[in-house]
């Protein structure tokens, strides 16, 4: 029993060393996701709801793994996030969507980038990183948003916002994604040197019929406004959604009614069609 019991000694439940060995074969994958040019970058745009243009584009990071298929980002960040590998791909991430946006604005296409930005990214040497990737590529600072969650401010808000100041020095924008969904005080936005405010897709979902979510939604955007940050809602799906929004004040949407991320290539496309008048 023992001999045969061999493999099995470590775990009682077979399916946690299936969970083992999967993992382990996504994190070795990972590790040479960038290298065998495994990664894009999807575009999803953004409108003024108020006026119906195009304002600009959130870069959503795609792996299509030779080994594994696709594996969506809401499997490989976190992995990414857990071995570190977040720093190379996050850089690379910033750098092709400066890349992309500057290419746009060469094309007359200029556009914002928001570009996600995940806690441990959120480091000292973000700024330069962030400076690194503008210069190289040409894009104006005033083109790029970067989004970041609060999980990611709320570590070390004397750090955070002294680095926050640092972005906002080089004229990129700062936009809290998925608000609303962390533990963080009010308190907090009034401290933190922010330009936009993300209103997740958990709110906006139940929009119009859900009495909760429409106070919910009105009292954000009414914080908002007091503190004088732009916002976005995320995850509009219908009309219905986004008359509401517009009704209330919500600047700027983004979501399924009007189009799924998609490759660069066809955002382009998408651009031309849209600027036509
Ligand atoms: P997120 O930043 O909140 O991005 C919005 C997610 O909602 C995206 O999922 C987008 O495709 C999806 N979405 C947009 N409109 C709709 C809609 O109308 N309905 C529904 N059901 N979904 C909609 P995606 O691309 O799968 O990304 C998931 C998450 O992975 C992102 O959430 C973000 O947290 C993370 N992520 C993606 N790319 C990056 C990246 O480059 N860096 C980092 N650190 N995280 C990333
Ligand atoms: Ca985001
Ligand atoms: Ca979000
Ligand atoms: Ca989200």
């Known amino acids: 029993a023992k001999a045969q019991g061999r493999h099995r000694l470590q775990f009682f ?8 060995s999967q993992r382990l074969k996504m994190e070795q994958a990972l590790r040479l996701a960038l290298s065998n040019r495994e990664l894009s970058l999807h575009y999803q745009p953004q409108y003024s709801l108020r006026t119906g243009a195009l304002t600009g584009f959130e870069a959503l990071l795609r792996w299509h793994s030779a080994e594994l298929g696709y594996v969506g980002p809401d499997r490989f ?8 590998l977040i720093a190379p791909i996050g850089e690379w991430v910033l750098r092709s969507a ?23 990214q959120f480091r000292h040497d973000l700024p330069d990183l962030v400076a690194s990737a503008l210069e190289s590529t ?18 070390d808000l004397e750090q955070t916002a002294a680095m926050l ?27 933190l040197p922010l330009d936009k405010l993300k209103l ?20 954000m955007l009414d914080v908002a406004r007091h503190l004088g940050l732009e916002t976005v809602a995320e995850g509009i799906e219908t009309p219905q ?12 949407g983004q979501g399924y009614l009007y189009a799924r991320p998609m490759p660069a290539e066809q955002a382009t496309d998408f651009m031309r069609e849209a600027q036509i008048p």
């Open 13 to 20: 439940e077979p399916g946690i060393n299936d969970h083992i």
């Open 77 to 84: 960040i976190p992995l990414a996030e857990e071995t570190g």
């Open 98 to 120: 400066c890349e992309q946006g500057a290419r746009w604005r060469a094309e007359g296409m200029e556009v914002a980038i928001a570009v996600n930005v995940s806690a441990c």
């Open 138 to 155: 040409g894009l104006p600072a005033g083109l790029l948003v970067i989004e970041v969650t609060e999980t990611a401010l709320m570590q």
């Open 165 to 191: 100041l640092q972005l906002r020095a080089l004229g990129v924008r700062i936009a809290l994604d998925d608000f609303g969904t962390g533990y963080s005080s009010l308190a907090y936005l009034k401290r």
């Open 200 to 219: 997740d897709r958990a709110f906006i979902q139940s929009l119009p019929d859900d009495s909760d979510d429409t106070a919910i939604v009105r009292a």
């Open 241 to 252: 959604q986004q008359a509401f929004l517009d009704g209330v004040g919500c600047a700027e």
